[in-house]
């Protein structure tokens, strides 16, 4: 391991960061922490058709809502920057020249036009698609009649027409790429802005960077970079290509599989403590069974040796399962800090704004342990903040019940509840118990019937708390609304 560990996170500023990019950027960081290297963020914006207004922010947002804090990066620099490849452009250029004047690049007039037709012509001849070299071997003739005709140059790579290229990458290990396979590939477009390949490969040596991790897709491009480091006399970093992500159905983790951005888990709801032990967990693991780590343990843990080669799956109901888990773990006051904003979205608009914090307060303690998510808590607790809640009056008769038996329970109900002076859980057992036995009842179907009266659903919170928290004269009057609902109903 070199002495200093310096890792960087380049995405491209084309969309919403996909969890599979973030998951980079995790795996980045926690190898950044775990060997007390520097992480580092670099814009990768230099395809400027594909820039996406907004895209930087909501990739920095991601990254700080995870916790990812970057050493040097957009907004904090750092000795190596700037750090967005449109303000580099200098030195791709300079670069470039330099391999175009030592004999390992060349310029390449040919139109957009004939390398559309070329293209074509590959694809029905059925063979691989790449540059066919013509302009490699221009003489200083033919170039001067292309320049005076005044037709800006795209530089391309002279790829070494034999040999191998390849390298020992920290997960897969040896990989070795065919030469002949690899094409011409462009390094500077006709614009001056430089491709993929030559701008990564330039700052990642100027970044001083030791480590590239990065997902797997990008591991076809690694010869290409080698190919780069040897020509520009630079010593490459070491690699390691991180596991492809699936779905639950092994196809490539895509839209399909549900939510695919950060942003949209963030604002579904999953606290930035569950995505980082689950990202954690798509491809490396501390063991065959530990599950739940804490953002300390992942750093003092994390190891490139125990990232696994074979794909990872994404698997949503997992997610869930670990979202409700951390939910569980919160504080009560935590709890509610979280879940203040999400209610404000949330709950109907007929409920005042701004929502009665010291009332949330007592609630959010009954929903804790249901929710598996923040925005789910809205719907958990509206039952609390409405004036009525709004169900149907056959859910009010619970198995083995009728219209008239479930009458008859809720009005003896109403008048046990009636006289209490102490409208506590206590008390409220202590009379609602003994009276589903006085009225024949099972304890579950004369408190179902009141569950459904008090709250509007069948599955809610402790009945007794739930009674307790929305207040007997609400209680009362929602058991009426009941009495009024079965009463109107046809039997
Ligand atoms: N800009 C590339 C991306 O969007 C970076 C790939 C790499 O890490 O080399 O993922």
């Not at 599979?20 to 950027?25: H, L, P």
């Not at 069948?458 to 307790?468: R, S, Y």
Request: charge should be neutral; hydrophobic fraction near 40%.
């Amino acid at each position: 391991m070199p002495n200093i560990v310096r890792v960087r996170y380049a995405p491209s500023p084309t969309g919403y960061p996909h969890v599979g990019n973030i998951r980079t950027a995790l795996f980045n960081w926690l190898f950044a922490r775990h060997h007390g290297g520097s992480f580092i963020v670099r814009i990768e914006d230099t395809d400027v058709t594909r820039k996406v207004e907004g895209a930087v922010e909501a990739i920095l947002d991601g990254l700080r809502w995870l916790g990812l804090d970057w050493d040097e990066g957009p907004e904090v620099d750092g000795k190596y920057g700037p750090y967005f490849q449109s303000q580099r452009l200098e030195r791709y250029q300079e670069a470039a020249r330099r391999l175009a004047a030592q004999g390992d690049a060349y310029y390449c007039y040919c139109s957009p036009q004939r390398l559309e037709e070329m293209r074509a012509e590959q694809a029905r001849r059925k063979q691989p698609p790449g540059y066919d070299r013509r302009c490699r071997g221009l003489s200083q003739e033919e170039r001067a009649e292309k320049e005076a005709e005044g037709v800006t140059p795209v530089v391309r790579f002279k790829t070494p027409l034999e040999g191998q290229t390849g390298c020992n990458d920290l997960i897969r290990g040896e990989v070795v790429f065919e030469n002949n396979l690899i094409d011409d590939f462009v390094l500077l477009k006709s614009d001056g802005y430089p491709t993929y390949h030559l701008a990564n490969a330039v700052d990642d040596h100027f970044m001083e960077i030791s480590h590239v991790l990065r997902a797997e897709e990008w591991l076809s491009s690694t010869p290409r970079h080698l190919l780069l480091y040897r020509a520009l006399g630079f010593e490459p970093p070491q690699f390691a290509h991180l596991p492809m992500l699936l779905g639950t159905d092994r196809s490539k983790l895509s839209k399909r599989h549900g939510a695919v951005s950060i942003t949209e888990y963030r604002e579904q709801g999953y606290l930035p403590e569950t995505m980082v032990n689950f990202l954690a967990l798509l491809g490396w693991s501390l063991d065959d069974t530990t599950e739940l780590l804490s953002r300390d343990e992942l750093i003092k843990s994390f190891s490139l040796e125990r990232v696994s080669r074979t794909a990872a799956i994404f698997n949503q109901d997992k997610l869930s399962w670990m979202n409700g888990v951390y939910l569980r773990r919160l504080s009560a006051e935590e709890f509610t800090r979280r879940c203040l904003p999400f209610l404000d979205k949330g709950l109907p608009a007929e409920v005042k704004r701004p929502l009665p914090v010291d009332y949330i307060r007592q609630i959010l303690p009954l929903v804790q342990e249901r929710a598996k998510t923040l925005t789910e808590v809205a719907g958990l607790a509206e039952f609390f903040f409405v004036q009525q809640p709004d169900y149907d009056a056959s859910l009010l008769i619970s198995k083995g019940m009728s219209r008239e038996t479930t009458i008859r329970a809720l009005e003896a109900a109403r008048l046990k509840l009636e006289p209490l002076a102490d409208f506590d859980a206590g008390p409220l057992e202590a009379v609602l118990r003994p009276l589903a036995e006085n009225l024949g009842l099972k304890t579950g179907q004369l408190f179902g019937a009141l569950r459904v009266a008090t709250t509007g659903q069948t599955a809610a919170p402790p009945l007794f708390q739930t009674m307790v928290v929305l207040g007997k004269e609400r209680c009362l009057s929602r058991v009426e609304a009941a009495l009024e609902k079965l009463a109107s109903r046809a039997s």
